[in-house]
């Protein structure tokens, strides 16, 4: 059984920092590219950031270019997401995502296993 279980959130104030992480078991990790994935009330989820399954390829959405950072540890079935100088604006749920394949893309059809999320609160 696959289990995909993303955690880091809570509340931060503004220019702050949380470390977000998604450890995935019941398949093979080194196989499968990842993402983070966030949603607010009343908005549909929203791509943030990818990392093929070397983790020598990524990508982050121009709105986090600059402050968050997309990483994995295969040896540890390990993914996290670097999220610096917090904003209000990134205030959401977030959501680790397992992709089909190797290589990842940018809606949620390519992603396949997803964590439960975590909430992100940035407020004074």
């Known amino acids: 059984q696959v289990q995909v279980a993303d955690s880091g959130g809570q509340l931060v104030q503004p220019g702050g920092s949380l470390r977000l992480s998604c450890i995935v078991s019941g398949l093979n990790f080194n196989s499968r590219a990842m993402a983070w994935f966030r949603q607010s009330p009343g908005k549909e989820r929203e791509f943030v950031a990818a990392?093929?399954?070397?983790?020598?390829?990524?990508y982050v959405e121009d709105f986090v270019k600059g402050r968050f950072t997309i990483s994995r540890d295969n040896a540890k079935s390990l993914g996290n997401l670097q999220m610096n100088n917090l904003k209000p604006d990134d205030t959401a749920v977030y959501y680790c995502?397992?992709?089909?394949?190797?290589?990842?893309?940018?809606?949620?059809?390519?992603?396949?296993?997803w964590g439960q999320g975590t909430q992100v609160t940035v407020s004074p």
């Open positions: 990392i093929d399954s070397t983790g020598k390829t990524s």
């Open positions: 995502a397992v992709a089909r394949g190797t290589l990842y893309g940018y809606t949620v059809a390519f992603f396949q296993h």
